[in-house]
């Protein structure tokens, strides 16, 4: 293929790029790079090709590469697509390593947006991948590969493909048959969206990967910087007491990997997805009961002032006026601890004295 060869009369080819199966473009009439891809597809499969192609031409979102253009040159059809600068997840991780947690995230809310656009549209991606999400200098993640064939697949099929790519994303290496243990939210975000029953809601995905995206989870904190102040911590109490209550149902998996603590401080309960609660956080009833949720919610109270996980017997040697509140959220028996409203006046007071 000469370098001087055009598609349509007005798209000059240029060098190749993406291991050769895209190539920069300069399209001659509105003076841009842009790039094209040849649609190789079987004979059979032409036409639903051509006209999945024109249907992603109408897609407009700041994370989906532009389809521009769809040409017919030698009776080969070509796609025209928007220039993007910068390099692919897969060229990017291969060459710098696993990206940080929060970058991951950002990453995912970006691709889980683009993809909600097209699924909206009755468009299904079918070629979620590494090599297909750009990475620009700006920080945002794109997503190409628009106008191929799905062969059928369903919008279920993108998110798993979501998952395997965040996973690669954080690991390195795709899934395969083990995906990656850790008890943080992103990776249990990961295997919930792998899980053979099928991904989580849309909306429970997006929440979690938008928190990630500006927030760490409050055990990566206290290991960072070790217990946290008494009324940063009766704070932390409030606002999850409030989201649980919220929530109007069981959540069954309150612990510091599950809180995370965004960039003004304050603390978000994620969705429990599939994961369980640790045994240090788990109620000794073990009853899916808002009782169960307050002594979990105690036991990551008390984790977070003493820097440790609660055990019998275990001193409270920091919490100062959160000592009583923690006794009772700790209660062996459900009956003692307090309801919603008294945790909520009892933290409000202990953050009003300090």
């Known amino acids: 293929m000469g370098e001087s060869r055009k598609l349509a009369g007005r798209y000059r080819l240029l060098n190749p790029l993406a291991a050769g199966s895209v190539r920069l473009a300069f399209d001659e009439s509105e003076h841009r790079d842009v790039t094209v891809r040849e649609l190789r597809v079987p004979a059979e499969l032409r036409d639903a090709a051509l006209q999945e192609a024109h249907r992603a031409a109408g897609l407009r979102h700041a994370s989906i590469v532009r389809v521009l253009d769809v040409v017919i040159e030698d009776q080969t059809p070509w796609l025209v697509m928007e220039f993007v600068s910068g390099a692919s997840l897969e060229q990017t991780v291969r060459a710098r390593g696993p990206l940080p947690v929060a970058q991951a995230a950002r990453v995912g809310v970006c691709v889980l947006s683009a993809l909600t656009t097209a699924h909206e549209a009755g468009i299904v991606h079918g070629r979620v991948e590494p090599g297909n999400v750009l990475l620009t200098p700006t920080g945002r993640a794109v997503l190409t590969g628009f106008g191929f064939p799905s062969l059928s697949m369903l919008p279920s099929a993108d998110l798993w493909a979501l998952a395997a790519t965040l996973h690669f994303a954080v690991e390195g290496r795709p899934p395969g048959q083990v995906p990656a243990q850790g008890a943080d939210p992103l990776r249990t975000l990961i295997r ?95 009853s899916a009961t808002l009782a169960a949720d307050l002594w979990s919610l105690g036991a990551t109270l008390f984790t977070a002032v003493e820097g440790v996980p609660p055990s019998p017997g275990a001193p409270l040697t920091r919490a100062g006026a959160l000592a009583p509140v923690l006794f009772r959220l700790l209660s062996g028996n459900p009956l003692e601890r307090p309801t919603p409203d008294e945790l909520r006046r009892d933290l409000q007071s202990v953050r009003s004295t300090h």
């Not at 008494?230 to 989201?243: C, N, S, T, Y």
């Open 192 to 286: 919930a969206m792998l899980h053979p029953a099928g991904p989580p809601a849309t909306d429970v995905i997006r929440e979690t990967l938008e928190l990630l995206a500006v927030s760490r989870p409050l055990d990566v904190i206290i290991g960072l910087f070790g217990p946290l102040p008494i009324p940063v911590v009766a704070a932390m109490g409030l606002a999850l007491i409030e989201q649980l209550q919220a929530r109007e149902a069981f959540h069954g998996g309150i612990q510091p990997g599950n809180v995370l603590i965004d960039d003004r401080g304050r603390a978000h309960l994620t969705p429990l997805l599939r994961s369980g609660t640790l045994p240090a956080y788990t109620a000794p009833e073990a």
